[in-house]
């Protein structure tokens, strides 16, 4: 798996909603576009790329796996993983 469906797995999963809640959020017609996502089969387009970074609070190039790192609003840079943003380990999902 490459690193956006990995993140955007452990995202979901550390915020504690479901594929079929997400498929809803990015409006899709069904939840398998969405569970495709996470499978790496196929990617979103950027629209949805954009939505799914603003509800996860992360940067594009953090779900892309692009950076590693998050910015607060008072430009303190601190590496992320999902437990860091919400708090609990993911590694036991």
């Known amino acids: 798996m490459t690193t956006f469906p990995n993140?955007?797995?452990e995202l979901r999963k550390a915020k504690g909603v479901t594929q079929k809640q997400m498929a809803e959020l990015l409006d899709l017609k069904n939840d398998r576009t969405y569970r495709q996502y996470e499978?790496?089969?196929i990617d979103p387009p950027t629209s949805k790329t954009q939505i799914?970074?603003?509800y996860f609070n992360v940067s594009i190039d953090y779900l892309l796996g692009r950076v590693n790192y998050l910015m607060d609003s008072d430009g303190h840079v601190t590496v992320k993983t999902p437990s860091d943003i919400f708090g609990f380990n993911?590694?036991?999902l």
């Open 7 to 9: 993140r955007l797995k």
């Open 39 to 41: 499978a790496g089969e």
């Open 52 to 54: 799914l970074a603003d």
């Open 90 to 92: 993911t590694n036991t």
